[in-house]
């Protein structure tokens, strides 16, 4: 059981930045490839972007490319999505989820997932 952990939500302005982290604890996030996913109310949780085991690898959906960025640091288990030009439809809660297989973009392949953390973005 891998226990994700994220956190650096919060309200921001339109054109404004936040950064997400995901931590895990007790095991080693570098044996996964990870993704980040939002859900707004009413929707379905859609995928946002994913990065390689070794984080030399990165996908994004394209409503965020070239305003998002997924790194990680897997010396302090951690995966960060920065974003930037924040838009009020990019609110929503944020989830990070593993996955033994990278470029995938549908729930169904990951299989652990954290609490999430609320974005909201003002206009």
């Known amino acids: 059981q891998v226990q994700l952990v994220e956190s650096g939500g919060g309200l921001v302005q339109a054109g404004g930045s936040l950064r997400l982290s995901c931590a895990a604890s007790e095991h080693t996030l570098s044996m996964y490839a990870m993704g980040w996913f939002r859900q707004a109310p009413g929707k379905e949780r859609e995928f946002v972007g994913g990065i390689s085991s070794s984080g030399d690898k990165q996908y994004y959906a394209d409503s965020v490319k070239g305003r998002f960025t997924i790194s990680r640091d897997n010396a302090k288990n951690t995966v960060y999505l920065q974003m930037n030009s924040l838009k009020p439809e990019d609110t929503g809660v944020y989830y990070c989820?593993?996955?033994?297989?990278?470029?995938?973009?549908?729930?169904?392949?990951?299989?652990?997932w954290g609490q999430g953390t609320q974005v909201t973005v003002s206009s």
């Open positions: 989820a593993t996955t033994h297989w990278y470029g995938y973009r549908d729930t169904g392949n990951y299989n652990y």
